[in-house]
């Protein structure tokens, strides 16, 4: 477990975590929302693995991380329409749902065009990101009642043996984010999470 500071992230234990992800491992990291279990967007070995730990079936998506809005015009059809909106929102607690571009690798778009794409408002994931140059898998973290997980502590008994790295940034309160598809230029909520969605409504 590496104990990061949610404000300033200590670079050497940023690139320590990094290090893990670019060997294909599988990590827990804090977000704006909820804890979140990642790997390289490009590690098909990660990927396999997140799958496993989540017994989630291949045909449901996985969403990621990217860093900014430039970042995102790289996986992404972005229109100005959605550049105008998630300027406006991010980083922040929203997941927006746009056309994937050919970079997506086609494992976490089972038979779908588009994807889910994050800017979470927390410095951790976002030096993550930075340090790595590649998206990261966000999925949440959940125990097996189905509950999100925001006390390392009790992440630790759940995941310590089953995932390669825990990175603890405090305790979160964990709430999903907010999930705004806007393909075509058109807004459809999904998910009324926490980030505020009165703007669309």
Same mark, same amino acid.
Do not use: W
């Given at each position: 477990?590496?104990?990061?500071?949610?404000?300033?992230?200590?670079?050497?234990?940023?690139?320590?975590?990094?290090?893990?992800?670019?060997?294909?491992?599988?990590?827990?990291?804090?977000?704006?929302?909820?804890?979140?279990?990642?790997?390289?967007?490009?590690?098909? =070995?990660?990927?396999?693995?997140? +799958?496993?730990?989540? %017994? /989630?079936?291949?045909?449901?998506?996985?969403? !990621? $991380?990217?860093?900014?809005?430039?970042?995102?015009?790289?996986?992404? =059809?972005?229109?100005?329409?959605? +550049?105008?909106?998630? %300027? /406006?929102?991010?980083?922040?607690?929203?997941? !927006? $749902?746009?056309?994937?571009?050919?970079?997506?690798?086609?494992?976490?778009?089972?038979?779908?065009?588009?994807?889910?794409?994050?800017?979470?408002?927390?410095?951790?994931?976002?030096?993550? $990101?930075?340090?790595?140059?590649?998206?990261?898998?966000?999925?949440?973290?959940?125990?097996?009642?189905?509950?999100?997980?925001?006390?390392?502590?009790?992440?630790?008994?759940?995941?310590?043996?089953?995932?390669?790295?825990?990175?603890?940034?405090?305790?979160?309160?964990?709430?999903?984010?907010?999930?705004?598809?806007?393909?075509?230029?058109?807004?459809?909520?999904?998910?009324?999470?926490?980030?505020?969605?009165?703007?669309?409504?």
């Amino acid at each position: 477990m590496l104990s990061i500071h949610n404000q300033n992230p200590q670079m050497r234990l940023i690139k320590k975590a990094v290090e893990i992800l670019q060997e294909d491992g599988v990590i827990i990291y804090p977000t704006d929302t909820v804890y979140g279990l990642g790997c390289d967007l490009f590690s098909k =070995k990660g990927i396999e693995k997140i +799958y496993e730990i989540k %017994r /989630r079936d291949k045909k449901q998506q996985l969403s !990621f $991380v990217c860093s900014d809005l430039k970042h995102i015009s790289q996986y992404a =059809k972005v229109t100005d329409y959605a +550049y105008k909106t998630m %300027r /406006r929102l991010l980083p922040g607690p929203y997941t !927006f $749902v746009l056309e994937a571009s050919r970079l997506v690798p086609k494992i976490i778009l089972p038979k779908r065009s588009t994807t889910g794409i994050r800017v979470p408002a927390n410095e951790i994931c976002l030096s993550l $990101v930075r340090e790595l140059g590649h998206p990261i898998i966000s999925t949440s973290v959940k125990n097996a009642a189905g509950e999100d997980l925001g006390n390392p502590a009790a992440i630790k008994e759940c995941f310590g043996r089953t995932v390669d790295e825990i990175i603890d940034g405090g305790i979160i309160n964990p709430e999903p984010s907010s999930v705004i598809s806007l393909v075509d230029d058109e807004i459809e909520i999904i998910r009324i999470g926490k980030g505020d969605v009165s703007a669309f409504l």
